[in-house]
């Protein structure tokens, strides 16, 4: 099933575009028209105007003939001719249907043509990167082989989004063999970050985050996509159960989530524990940021909305309708975790008044915590902090956030506080964004 909604953009956009042309220029003089087709060719040539090319397929000669015909009937014909109206409409009907299917060209130098898009089982296309309806199951230095929420078919993603193939899981990892020694890729080694998204967000929010550990820890970034709207949370962990299989070289695992990712480590923590197989002895040590870990209490509050349950799909009503049931089947991570909490947030919506807008700080608590840290930042500010860039790398090569004094574990014998809790009678500390100081 191709998915529809992403196109719903381009569909409407090429509608105004038809109603425009039959209805929003009589007035003007035919020399302006002519003068206005002649530049929207151009504009068309130069790839700005992708909703107009009908095909992919179609050669680029062709395209700009179909244009030139749908311009040239308007602009140097009168409306109340009946058969250039019949054809025109006929035109752009076409235009129209075509754009639900419209990609951007593949980009290629002159006079040389990609080999794969001489094939007819694959054509190399430009790719949204997966958005909410791709999971991957493969991760290798921007690569990824993904596999579709709806129709479960795989494809293989370059470093720039484009597919090189398509079709079973053996499929695409014998595409990725060859074009791996074409490309003469490095191997995975040392050590290997993986970062994890939240609800309804794509991964595009954690390369930044990724870029740093990268630049100042000398990691290697494993930024997994999943469709965190269209599927449950175990179907979550299993996807990341297949990229953490897929590692090998890789001698040392951290993790930095956020928000739900960090729900997803947890269930697939708890699947890999009643494995066979166990837990991964390469895992080193994790953070977490807002992550909901007793629940979300402004989630719960939308449990009886069907557009809440629409959008954010499975795994919202997991935290919204079924968490006294799911929390059962989260686990505990057994080695070194931080957590850090946002509060600048306001939300009429939590209970608590100390929140990042969407989750509350003791929401956040999870008894075992090495640190503990909140931070005067929103929830959707954290990845991309600079001072809680730095807490994070921090924490995964020492295993503190600001120092080893100032260090605040969550013991796992502590009663953890929810909503429903009375208010807090420890102190809880709050790390200002400037000199470390507690």
Not at 230 to 240: G, K, Y
Not at 309 to 322: N, R, T, V
């Amino acid at each position: 099933m191709l998915p529809r909604l992403l196109r719903i953009f381009e569909f409407f956009a090429a509608v105004l575009v038809l109603v425009w042309f039959l209805f929003g220029r009589k007035k003007l003089k035919r020399a302006q028209r002519r003068k206005e087709a002649k530049r929207c060719c151009q504009r068309h040539n130069s790839g700005r105007l992708v909703f107009l090319q009908p095909f992919p397929l179609f050669p680029a000669a062709a395209r700009h003939k179909l244009i030139q015909l749908l311009f040239g009937q308007i602009c140097s014909q009168r409306y109340n001719n009946s058969m250039n109206c019949s054809r025109i409409v006929f035109i752009a009907c076409l235009l129209v249907c075509g754009s639900l299917f419209a990609v951007e060209p593949v980009p290629f130098q002159v006079g040389e043509m990609p080999v794969e898009a001489t094939r007819l089982s694959n054509v190399v296309m430009r790719t949204w990167g997966g958005m909410q309806f791709w999971s991957d199951e493969m991760v290798f230095r921007g690569w990824r082989i993904q596999k579709n929420a709806y129709s479960e078919h795989y494809r293989l993603l370059d470093d720039q989004n484009y597919r090189r193939a398509w079709g079973t899981l053996d499929d695409c990892l014998g595409r990725f063999d060859v074009l791996r020694k074409e490309k003469r890729l490095e191997p995975i080694a040392g050590k290997v970050v993986i970062t994890l998204h939240g609800l309804a967000r794509p991964r595009s929010v954690m390369e930044g985050l990724g870029e740093y550990l990268e630049k100042n820890g000398n990691y290697t970034p494993v930024n997994v996509s999943y469709a965190s709207t269209r599927q449950s949370l175990d179907e979550h962990a299993r996807s990341l159960e297949q990229v953490i299989k897929r590692l090998d070289g890789a001698t040392r695992i951290d993790f930095v989530c956020h928000s739900l990712g960090n729900l997803v480590v947890r269930r697939y923590l708890a699947r890999a524990a009643e494995s066979e197989s166990g837990i991964d002895p390469r895992f080193g040590r994790m953070v977490m940021l807002g992550p909901p870990n007793q629940g979300a209490c402004f989630a719960r509050n939308f449990e009886s909305n069907k557009v809440f349950h629409l959008i954010c799909g499975p795994s919202g009503k997991e935290l919204a309708c079924e968490w006294n049931t799911f929390e059962k089947q989260l686990a505990t991570p057994g080695f070194d975790f931080g957590i850090i909490a946002g509060t600048k947030g306001v939300n009429p919506y939590i209970d608590q008044l100390e929140n990042d807008i969407f989750v509350g700080v003791d929401e956040t608590k999870l008894p075992g915590a090495r640190d503990f840290l909140t931070c005067n930042l929103m929830h959707g500010e954290m990845m991309d902090d600079p001072k809680c860039q730095e807490y994070v790398l921090r924490f995964l090569q020492e295993g503190h956030f600001a120092s080893e004094q100032a260090r605040q574990p969550l013991r796992a014998n502590e009663q953890v506080q929810n909503q429903a809790a009375q208010p807090a009678t420890v102190e809880r500390p709050v790390i200002p964004l400037g000199p470390v100081s507690r």
